[in-house]
């Protein structure tokens, strides 16, 4: 079978237009182009791809499916493993997980797997707004209580495989809206969204409760959640402890952590001051200090904020940088300026204590450390300074240590991630813990991933007084 090397192009905001909005900038494929994809699929009999997906997504028939015209059989397929292909389509690291795998990499472009997808997923919830699919079914209803806390991925994801199996789940989430990361993270350009809270609509239409306004730890403990009369606990709380540098000058006004950028701009719509009441910094020239997913989402914000220059600087090299090529390449698109091989040393800031220069040091790198990647290096006497009237520094992020120290016996590791056994059980008897909280920060679908092998391992704690 011919196979063509290259994938269907997804049609996308033209970067001239996308930089002035926040509108999301790939719009998706049309029906004749989803089906087009599909046929470069080769169906194997042995699909290295399913194994690269954190969840098990059945790839294969879903895209069979697909390529038949049978969408309503592709998002049965879709939803038996995943609940959220419109979210995780747009989201997940395809390119180093399912795609990585494909076998038609030999041949040239992998199968566009996400791009398919987003496509079913968009598909699934249009077809519920007309009531032409149903939510996935529940088992009969079962009197035990399951307490979820987060509702971010690993804790909506848990939250859907308990409400199938028949439990009551509660979901408490510390915010004032729901969706965790995926809500306060995550641009609308990348992420819009209407569809976290279409597919929390569906949790709530299988039986899931919410409550905001809910940071366990503080107006409730975990124990309080037992004595309350719930039979388990799953602990999905995510990372959102920003880390900085620790260097002189990061205490200076219009510097922020990425973290706190993200949440003004995206869950306190900032970019709509003063409709919406939470001001931002709207700075002419920007620079963010990272070079992870997180610092392209917010140099991308800082542009569509109205930065005259937008800049990343990164110790390493773009070959090293861990952020999703699609995303660095949108960037570099929108005109991004990218300083490699430099690392801040101070923040300098003007007579008003607001930052003004960063001194900057060039790096070039040496040996691979214990990760494989080459460790930077610097280069003494290359300082130089960079004009800034913003920083955002986005070199991740760490558990918060509420529920640890608010929990007798919770065991955490050096980084503040609570420790798990093979069945994610923590330290405490009946509390199950996944995702960031538990990795550091990672992707949405391994979260997902740790969130459903929670769920099953609840199931069994509850049914077999074990796991």
Not at 115 to 136: H, N, S, T
Request: proline share 6%.
């Amino acid at each position: 079978m011919r196979v063509a090397k290259e994938q269907v192009r997804m049609r996308e905001q033209e970067p001239s237009i996308r930089i002035k909005n926040f509108d999301e900038v790939p719009l998706g494929y049309t029906l004749e182009q989803a089906i087009e994809e599909s046929t470069r699929c080769l169906v194997c009999k042995l699909p290295k791809c399913v194994a690269g997906c954190p969840v098990g997504v059945d790839i294969p028939d879903f895209i069979q499916a697909l390529r038949e015209n049978n969408l309503f059989l592709a998002a049965q397929i879709m939803n038996r493993t995943n609940l959220f292909p419109a979210i995780t389509g747009r989201v997940c690291p395809q390119e180093t997980q399912c795609e990585k795998e494909c076998v038609v990499n030999r041949l040239g472009e992998p199968v566009g797997i996400g791009k398919l997808e987003r496509f079913v997923g968009d598909w699934i919830i249009e077809a519920r707004a007309r009531g032409e699919f149903p939510i996935p079914e529940v088992s009969q209803r079962r009197e035990e209580k399951v307490a979820v806390i987060g509702s971010g991925p690993a804790g909506l994801a848990c939250s859907a495989d308990l409400a199938k199996l028949g439990y009551q789940v509660y979901v408490f989430e510390g915010l004032h809206e729901l969706g965790g990361v995926l809500t306060y993270g995550i641009p609308e350009f990348r992420l819009p969204k209407r569809i976290v809270k279409e597919e929390i609509r569906v949790l709530e239409k299988m039986g899931v409760k919410f409550f905001v306004n809910h940071p366990i730890g503080r107006t409730l403990t975990i124990q309080d959640l037992f004595e309350d009369g719930f039979k388990a606990i799953f602990v999905g709380s995510g990372a959102g402890l920003p880390q900085f540098l620790g260097l002189p000058g990061e205490n200076l006004g219009g510097i922020y952590s990425a973290n706190e950028y993200l949440t003004r701009v995206n869950l306190m719509r900032a970019y709509l001051f003063p409709k919406y009441d939470t001001p931002v910094k709207r700075a002419r020239r920007v620079a963010v200090i990272g070079g992870g997913n997180v610092a392209m989402d917010a140099v991308r914000t800082a542009l569509r904020m109205g930065a005259e220059e937008a800049m990343i600087i990164y110790r390493r090299t773009r070959e090293e940088m861990p952020a999703r090529e699609e995303e660095i390449k949108r960037a570099e698109e929108e005109g991004i300026k990218f300083v490699y091989l430099t690392a801040p040393v101070r923040f300098i800031g003007d007579e008003n204590g607001m930052v003004k220069q960063i001194e900057c040091i060039k790096m070039q790198l040496g040996e691979p450390d214990k990760d494989g990647r080459r460790k930077p290096v610097p280069i003494e006497g290359s300082n130089f300074f960079v004009d800034v009237d913003q920083v955002i520094v986005a070199i991740g992020t760490v558990p918060n240590p509420i529920l640890s120290i608010t929990t007798p016996g919770l065991e955490i590791d050096k980084h503040g991630g609570i420790r798990v056994d093979e069945n994610m059980m923590t330290s405490v008897k009946g509390v199950f813990a996944g995702g960031d909280i538990v990795t550091g920060s990672a992707t949405v679908i391994t979260a997902m991933g740790a969130g459903r092998k929670a769920a099953e391992s609840i199931h069994r704690y509850i049914t077999e007084g074990s796991v």
